[in-house]
């Protein structure tokens, strides 16, 4: 799936709380409900989450090349855009069966 926005590189990097890093590739950055998010899917399995595990976060922009990613820590948050970027899933395979 391409991303929305061609700006950003097709790979950014997490740190996670224990302190290593996250390779993942970026499959979108979406707008939802009032906000921007991004998601994204590991480049390995992490303890406690299966294989195909995307992981979305708030996104928002920085200075320069920086971006900022943000837990989304609220369930119904979190239902909204896991909906939008699932519509988006449901378009790109619409778009390819054409």
């Known amino acids: 799936m391409e991303k929305n926005n061609e700006e950003f590189d097709d790979q950014i990097s997490l740190t996670l709380d224990d302190g290593t890093e996250l390779l993942c590739d970026i499959l979108a950055i979406f707008p939802a409900g009032e906000g921007t998010y991004i998601a994204l899917l590991p480049d390995r399995v992490v303890e406690g989450y299966e294989e195909g595990d995307v992981f ?7 200075e320069g090349d920086d971006v900022d990613l943000i837990p989304i820590e609220d369930e119904e948050e979190y239902e909204i855009v896991a909906d939008a970027f699932d519509e988006l899933l449901d378009e790109e395979e619409f778009n390819e069966m054409k």
Do not use: A, G, I
């Open 56 to 62: 979305l976060y708030r996104f928002k922009e920085l």
